[in-house]
């Protein structure tokens, strides 16, 4: 995650942040449960989680897991908060860094 730049471009609706379910866990926890990076990553694919990127600096693990939210549309609009500022808050800043997702209309420069 790169943060600190300016932000242009505009949501395209392409509903792919809505699809995707983000966690972050703390590192080492993770990986004295699981013993090592390899054995976490193995349990984890067996329910459809993938290790995103780890920091072991500030002590962090990103998690993914494809889980549509239930408020997007087919036509990859929020049902549940139509008006933009009564949106969950996360979904409001999103994305507030350089994401890897190739439809987003979003860039940062
Ligand atoms: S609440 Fe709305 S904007 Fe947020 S993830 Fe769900 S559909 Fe997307
Ligand atoms: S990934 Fe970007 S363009 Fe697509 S719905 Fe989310 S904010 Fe909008």
Not at 7 to 28: F, K, M, N, Y
Not at 50 to 58: N, P
Request: proline fraction near 3%; include cysteine; hydrophobic fraction near 30%.
């Amino acid at each position: 995650m790169a943060g600190n730049k300016t932000r242009t471009g505009q949501c395209v609706s392409c509903g792919e942040c809505c699809r995707v379910l983000r966690i972050t866990a703390i590192l080492d926890n993770a990986l004295r449960q699981h013993g090592n990076i390899e054995e976490l990553k193995k349990y984890y694919s067996y329910r459809g989680i993938r290790v995103a990127g780890a920091d072991k600096k500030t002590n962090r693990l990103f998690l993914e897991t494809n889980v549509t939210c239930d408020k997007l549309t087919p036509e990859n609009k929020c049902s549940a908060h139509g008006d933009h500022e009564k949106m969950p808050l996360i979904c409001q800043k999103y994305p507030w860094f350089k994401d890897n997702i190739a439809t987003c209309g979003y860039r940062f420069e």
